[in-house]
Nanobody
Framework: QAQLAESGGGSVQAGGSLRLSCAVSGYNVVSNCMGWFRRAPGKEREGVAAINGRTGATYYADSIKGRFTISQDNAKNIVYLQMNSLTPEDTAMYYC???????????????????WGRGTQVTVSS
């Protein structure tokens, strides 16, 4: 049974950094598209970053481009999201998911319905 477990969230001040981790079981990160999404209170879920395990191609939302970096450790089957220069607008619950490598990107419809983790909270104070 697939299981994705996010960790690394917390509370930081604006300008700070966090690194989120997504430990994956049941899927092989090197064979799938792995994505990070977030949902802020009162807002819709937003695709933040994705990485195609087969090609290494990465995708980023404009709102975080240049500040966040997605990467993966194939040996450990973990996906990371390094977040720098955090702002209060980055406050949200962050989720990871596995999806189709042929449709890799920031759209949630490309991700397997049973692959979503429970999320990790990121809170950025000004």
């Amino acid at each position: 049974q697939a299981q994705l477990a996010e960790s690394g969230g917390g509370s930081v001040q604006a300008g700070g950094s966090l690194r989120l981790s997504c430990a994956v079981s049941g899927y092989n990160v090197v064979s799938n598209c792995m994505g990070w999404f977030r949902r802020a209170p009162g807002k819709e879920r937003e695709g933040v970053a994705a990485i195609n395990g087969r090609t290494g191609a990465t995708y980023y939302a404009d709102s975080i481009k240049g500040r966040f970096t997605i990467s993966q450790d194939n040996a450990k089957n973990i996906v990371y999201l390094q977040m720098n220069s955090l702002t209060p607008e980055d406050t949200a619950m962050y989720y990871c998911a596995a999806g189709l490598p042929t449709r890799c990107g920031l759209g949630a419809s490309s991700y397997y319905a049973n692959s979503w983790g429970r999320g990790t909270q990121v809170t950025v104070s000004s």
